[in-house]
């Protein structure tokens, strides 16, 4: 086998302006990084694959970022690391409860299934919503973090037995699924050509007395991975970016459950031949702390937020292969229009704190923040287009 050597990326450091450190979230970042060090060293050969890296900084039960008890969401806390589209403003969940009510007609249920639901934002908004519809909903979360979970708990009690929390994928499902930034958060593959045209994938190494304890490292790629890449993007040394599998498989996966309807995937992403652009060179990996966005991974461990955008076209073809139709793709912005933005806001000129309220829309509408970055994809099962979010602006031929 071959050793594994350093990667020619530069060693990781804090970047300049981020907040101190509190002494709990201290305590924290050195207790995950003894973990990652007890991996690296459980190693043959001392390299920690960096898909294995982001899976435990992020989802390590009880350490990872996801899984111990930080405070992630939140737009006016300090502890806060980024805030989601839904906790802007309940006119998210508002609009999304039409395009939602479409497919639960389709496929005769009231069942909606949510995954990762943050704080609960968009299950406040979409539930009433819908039961102003009429529908009598049954909204199933599946949540990971038990922090969470007690927070969704606290924030949902109003509406009772009408939102259930499970504890692992269900075996059969039919209603509606919606995953708001989930697979941005799922572990990716990073990978990079050297200067000869060799593919190499990236890790880590442990580097004694350097904070933080880590440092880069890659070894030549496996088959696998050299036909995945190949089959997606031609050579160009010195270029790196990632694949998510993990997404990948998770969206395969969702033909062996969903058995009738839609499911409903918001994130910020491209299509592939935008996602593998040549001036793409260093890929899309970004990390979240305090609301300070950076691209170093290898610091903050356990305390900050590791994501990488999504290739919309893997994710469609996943879904294919897992024997599901793909519905629809198209911009945040255009999604939120078709789907009765502009009706929505026209009954709620005359509310209080409708400028705040168009203020926050006007940041999810705006081609220069997240109008344009955001997507939406829709997949399923025994529903037929088109659905309400994608009849105008529909980009699927673009995937």
Known sequence: MTQPRLAPVPPPEMP???????????????????????????????????????????????????????????SHTPTGDFTTAPEMTPVVGQVLARQVAQVLDAAGTANVLEFGAGTGALAASVIPALQEL??????????????????????????GTAVQWLDALPDSFEGCVLANEVLDAM?????????????????????????????????????????????????????????????EAWMRGMGSWLKTGAALLIDYGFPQREYFHPQRNTGTLMCHFRHYSHAEPLVLAGVQDITAHVDFTAMADAALEGGLDVLGYTSQARFLLNAGLPEMLQ?????????????????????????????VLAVGRGIEPPLLGFTRGDRRDGL
């Open 347 to 375: 009954g709620m000129m005359a509310l209080p704190g409708i400028q705040s309220t168009l203020s926050a829309v006007q940041k999810l509408v705006s081609e220069a923040e997240m109008g344009e970055l955001f997507k």
């Open 134 to 159: 009429g529908i009598d909903v049954r909204y199933f979360i599946l949540e990971i973090s038990a922090d969470l979970v007690e927070r969704q708990k606290e924030r949902l009690a109003p509406y």
């Open 187 to 247: 572990p990716a593959v990073l990978f990079r050509w050297d200067e000869s045209g060799t593919l190499m994938e990236l890790g880590v190494q442990a580097h004694s007395g350097a904070t933080p304890p880590f440092q880069w490292a890659e070894r030549p790629a496996g088959d696998w991975l050299r036909s995945i890449v190949d089959a997606r993007m031609p050579p160009l040394p010195g270029y790196r970016s990632e694949l998510n599998l993990h997404a």
């Open 16 to 74: 300049s302006g981020l907040p101190p450190l509190d002494a709990g979230s201290a305590e924290h970042n050195r207790r995950v990084e003894q973990h990652l060090l007890d991996r690296i060293q459980a190693s043959s050969d001392g390299f920690l694959p960096f898909e294995a890296w982001m899976a435990d900084a992020l989802h390590a039960p009880g350490l990872g970022y996801y899984t111990a008890g930080n405070t992630k969401f939140g």
